[in-house]
């Protein structure tokens, strides 16, 4: 079974540009994560995703983080205008199990890290 | 206030020893569920072990346990015979509501790097 595929691996951007980023779950996951993770931190969740309709966006930072899972598939993450803090490793993961399950593995991607210089 | 604490941020281990990795949460809600992941210099998240507040027994899986005291709230893993390839990063987790009950999210705590000494 292929696992949770992100793209790029790696990005190196100036701030006040763009970027986004691209996450492929496992096949038949209803459930999609993004996390922020900065150097020495655990992960923060961004956004989740249960098929394709937000269920949590709460420490999502609006004003320049957009997320979108098209066909409940998929999903981009884009930063607009990039800041020197948003430096960091975007991790995607996704879960079988419904984000209300008392159960819920999440299985993640390698992340994509991100430098804004 | 902290959700999550891990309070060693590095441990050292003997190849073959037993080593306890601290976790303690906070938490008010009587249902929530705790995680470990490992996760090595590659980056990734490897699921390890979970652990459900209303489980009776402590969580095993292989050389990882899970040593759930429900009345300190801490969700200490222990990895028994320390292999080489543990040495990693390993971060605890606390599954808990959102607000509106809408799903569920997992909080993470500051990680604690383990290296195994040969």
């Known amino acids: 079974e292929a696992g949770v595929a992100q793209s790029p691996r790696y990005k190196i951007i100036e701030k006040r540009q763009s970027v986004a980023f691209w996450c492929n779950p496992i096949?038949?996951?209803?459930?999609l994560y993004w996390y922020q993770q900065i150097l020495g931190q655990g992960p923060k969740l961004l956004i989740q995703?249960?098929?394709?309709?937000?269920?949590?966006d709460s420490q999502l930072p609006k004003d320049r983080f957009s997320a979108e899972r098209l066909k409940g598939v998929d999903s981009t993450l884009k930063i607009q205008p990039a800041k020197l803090e948003d430096s960091a490793v975007y991790l995607c993961a996704s879960s079988f199990m419904p984000s209300g399950s008392s159960y819920n593995e999440q299985f993640f991607g390698p992340g994509t890290r991100l430098t804004v210089l | 206030a902290q959700k999550i604490t891990q309070t060693q941020p590095g441990m050292f281990v003997q190849e073959k020893e037993a080593v306890t990795l601290d976790c303690t949460y906070d938490?008010?809600?009587?249902?929530?569920?705790l995680f470990w992941y490992k996760q090595p210099s590659s980056g990734e998240m490897i699921f390890l072990i979970y652990?459900?507040?209303?489980?009776?027994q402590n969580a095993t899986e292989g050389r990882y346990s899970l040593n759930f005291q429900k009345a300190r709230k801490s969700a200490n893993l222990v990895i028994s015979a320390s292999q080489l390839g543990d040495s990693a990063m390993y971060f605890c987790?606390?599954?808990?509501?959102?607000?509106?009950?809408?799903?569920?999210?997992?909080?993470f705590g500051g990680g604690t790097r383990l290296m195994v000494k040969p």
């Open positions: 652990q459900g507040s209303y489980d009776q």
């Open positions: 995703f249960q098929n394709n309709g937000v269920v949590d």
């Open positions: 987790a606390m599954r808990e509501p959102i607000e509106d009950n809408a799903g569920n999210m997992l909080t």
């Open positions: 938490t008010s809600d009587p249902s929530y569920g």
């Open positions: 096949s038949g996951h209803a459930t």
